[in-house]
């Protein structure tokens, strides 16, 4: 099966970083919301560098399991490198493959009580051939996690000059490279056109406002975002180098005042396999 993708923002040292930062912000929330029981089999896909796989194995106990695949061979051993120094080593089992034909053994299909994904299909040319085999991959009865971005939705108030526009030209990079910048919006049709049944949805807020702890993270999380796709947007002949570099220097200047506010929630889906 051919799926193929386009990681806009690379896996350098400083994109290492930033999805550091990313989870930080991010994993307490999808931890509540995503409710692992103890003993739950999970497989997630597009992991990354694993740091939410990580928080999955400590939700499902010492009785359950995470297997966490992951395209990039520098993530997994990024992943792996990780949780040997915080002492997590064997937690999680990392596989490198895709996401589309991912590396599991015979007996693994169609065991997993929680198939989950996070920030994966907005990079996938036809995301639906890997919802269909996440539902191929649950056992009957067994979750279906959809989690990802509509970058439309993200607003910043008081608006700082020039960052909404070069916002919008990051998101139509996407485009550019046949993926979706939006495909937040269409995670329950991707669960319903796989034959998820019992759908449901949500949002998962990661925005933050001024004089909140986090906020600082959140500022630099969407400069780093940004910054780490620069190449991609200056060849869109979109925005000028100096004009790119003024715009994320005013944004993290924005950050620094008094009535900065981010709005920013993840899509969040969920669908069910048919009992066979």
Same mark, same amino acid.
């Given at each position: 099966?051919?799926?193929?993708?386009?990681?806009?923002?690379?896996?350098?040292?400083?994109?290492?970083?930033?999805?550091?930062?990313?989870?930080?912000?991010?994993?307490?929330?999808?931890?509540?919301?995503?409710?692992?029981?103890?003993?739950?089999?999970?497989?997630?896909?597009?992991?990354?560098?694993?740091?939410?796989?990580?928080?999955?194995?400590?939700?499902?106990?010492?009785?359950?399991?995470?297997?966490?695949?992951?395209?990039?061979?520098? *993530?997994?051993?990024?992943?792996?490198?990780?949780?040997?120094?915080?002492?997590?080593?064997?937690?999680?089992?990392?596989?490198?493959?895709?996401?589309?034909?991912?590396?599991?053994?015979?007996?693994?299909?169609?065991?997993?009580?929680?198939?989950?994904?996070?920030?994966? #299909?907005?990079?996938?040319?036809?995301?639906?051939?890997?919802?269909?085999?996440?539902?191929?991959?649950?056992?009957?009865?067994?979750?279906?996690?959809?989690?990802?971005?509509?970058?439309?939705?993200?607003?910043?108030?008081?608006?700082?000059?020039?960052?909404?526009?070069?916002?919008?030209?990051?998101?139509?990079?996407? *485009?550019?490279?046949?993926?979706?910048?939006?495909?937040?919006?269409?995670?329950?049709?991707?669960?319903? *056109?796989?034959?998820?049944?019992?759908?449901?949805?949500?949002?998962?807020?990661?925005?933050?406002?001024?004089?909140?702890?986090?906020?600082?993270?959140?500022?630099?999380? #969407?400069?780093?975002?940004?910054?780490?796709?620069?190449?991609?947007?200056?060849?869109?002949?979109?925005?000028?180098?100096?004009?790119?570099?003024?715009? #994320?220097?005013?944004?993290?200047?924005?950050?620094?005042?008094?009535?900065?506010?981010?709005?920013?929630?993840?899509?969040?889906?969920?669908?069910?396999?048919?009992?066979?």
């Amino acid at each position: 099966m051919a799926n193929p993708s386009t990681y806009v923002h690379g896996t350098e040292p400083v994109e290492q970083t930033r999805l550091a930062l990313l989870n930080r912000i991010l994993n307490a929330s999808a931890l509540r919301e995503l409710d692992l029981g103890a003993g739950d089999r999970v497989l997630d896909l597009g992991a990354g560098t694993g740091l939410f796989a990580r928080s999955m194995a400590n939700a499902v106990g010492p009785t359950g399991s995470v297997v966490a695949v992951e395209r990039s061979p520098e *993530q997994v051993e990024a992943a792996e490198s990780a949780a040997a120094i915080d002492e997590e080593a064997g937690l999680v089992s990392f596989r490198c493959g895709d996401a589309a034909m991912p590396p599991l053994e015979e007996d693994e299909w169609g065991s997993f009580d929680v198939v989950h994904t996070r920030f994966l #299909l907005e990079h996938l040319k036809h995301p639906e051939e890997v919802v269909r085999i996440m539902l191929r991959a649950a056992r009957p009865g067994g979750r279906i996690v959809l989690a990802d971005d509509d970058h439309a939705v993200m607003r910043m108030w008081p608006e700082p000059d020039g960052m909404p526009a070069l916002w919008d030209l990051y998101a139509r990079q996407y *485009q550019t490279l046949g993926n979706d910048p939006f495909v937040g919006r269409r995670l329950i049709s991707l669960l319903h *056109q796989a034959g998820a049944v019992r759908r449901s949805n949500s949002m998962v807020f990661f925005g933050g406002c001024a004089e909140q702890e986090i906020f600082p993270a959140i500022v630099e999380n #969407l400069a780093g975002v940004v910054e780490s796709a620069r190449s991609l947007i200056l060849s869109s002949d979109g925005i000028s180098p100096d004009e790119f570099a003024r715009v #994320l220097t005013e944004f993290r200047r924005w950050g620094t005042g008094t009535d900065a506010a981010i709005w920013y929630p993840l899509a969040w889906a969920e669908g069910f396999r048919p009992d066979d």
